[in-house]
């Protein structure tokens, strides 16, 4: 069974990754990734998605499903291995990840809920992270 409340993907999407071409479509759904596979950018005619880009999205979409099936218990059990009481701590965690430790708004992230960007551009990394409210903003 699947817990949504474990950890969701709110969006998707593509964009160039040539640094001089500002294209992207937040409509792609992941599960449209596939018909983009080498598949040109249409502002600048570069690849828009790799093969080995789509694999990692894809990656990150099982890994999603697979922490959503642990129960809270699991989940909770999984948090223990490391102690984490203050913010400081709670940052220095994150940083010490390299998903996470160049992400933008690290140094300002608390400890609680979070809502994270991720990028699959030659690795699955963590782009951006902000502390979100109950309401999920």
């Not at 300002?108 to 690795?123: A, C, L, Q």
Request: hydrophobic share 30%.
């Amino acid at each position: 069974m699947e817990n949504k409340d474990n950890i969701e993907i709110i969006g998707s999407g593509l964009k160039c990754d040539n640094p001089k071409c500002d294209w992207n479509d937040e409509s792609i759904a992941n599960s449209e990734l596939d018909k983009w596979i080498n598949a040109k950018c249409p502002k600048c005619n570069e690849v828009v998605l790799t093969f080995e880009d789509y694999e990692r999205a894809m990656m990150l979409d099982i890994m999603v499903k697979v922490i959503n099936e642990m129960t809270p218990e699991e989940i909770e059990q999984l948090s223990k291995h490391k102690k984490i009481d203050t913010d400081e701590d709670f940052r220095n965690h994150l940083k010490s990840s390299d998903f996470y430790k160049d992400a933008e708004g690290i140094d300002s992230i608390e400890k609680g809920d979070v809502s994270f960007y991720v990028s699959t551009h030659n690795e699955i990394k963590c782009t951006s992270i902000k502390n979100v409210d109950n309401n999920g903003k």
